[in-house]
């Protein structure tokens, strides 16, 4: 059958179809730069979403890494305010029992003066009654010397029956 065709006429036919080839892709060429140029704004808004996508997600991330660093200060402030208040509570424990333990030494340092002073009365008294009786015996040795060298004679009076020397007449004799 294509034998039978004159050899112009496949030249023709087949220079159509190269023709008809070359503009349909000239064509198709310009019609997609054009729609290039003419994109769709869907397409534009699809990729403006997906860029804040990425920038939300990386943001979230730093979000999230923040978070979890906040929260380990917190639970680290938590537990030193934990010891801070276990420590304050610690010092005024000590601080009651310290003031209990003053309390408690004032009162046995008040009673220890009170004795102190009670002993010192009593020593007082004591050194006077010795003080005393060391007088009447030197009263008494003097008397003694005085009667054994003979300085000092006693009469008594033959009525008195007591014989008491103190109510008896006292006279001095000297030798």
């Known amino acids: 059958m ?8 496949i030249l023709y036919i087949a220079g159509a179809l190269l023709l008809g080839w070359l503009l349909g892709s000239v064509s198709a060429r310009l019609n997609e730069r054009l729609r290039a140029k003419r994109r769709d704004p869907r397409d534009d808004y699809i990729r403006d979403l997906e860029a804040k996508l990425r920038i ?18 917190l639970s680290e402030s938590a537990e030193g305010l934990a010891r801070r208040d276990s420590l304050i509570n610690e010092h005024l424990d000590s601080l009651a029992k310290t003031r209990s333990d003053l309390k408690e030494s004032v009162l046995k340092t008040r009673e220890l003066r009170a004795e102190l002073a009670d002993r010192a009365t009593e020593n ?25 060298t003979g300085a000092l004679q006693y ?3 033959e009525d008195d ?3 008491d020397p103190i109510s008896a007449d006292v006279r001095r004799t000297a030798p």
């Open 2 to 9: 294509f034998a039978d065709l004159p050899q112009e006429l």
């Open 124 to 148: 007082v008294h004591a050194e006077a009654k010795i003080r005393e009786v060391e007088t009447e015996l030197s009263v008494a040795q003097a008397s003694t010397d005085l009667l054994a």
């Open 56 to 73: 939300a997600l990386g943001d979230s991330a730093k979000s999230v890494d923040e978070i979890s660093r906040l929260q380990d200060e």
């Open 161 to 163: 029956e007591t014989n």
């Open 155 to 157: 009469a008594f009076d």
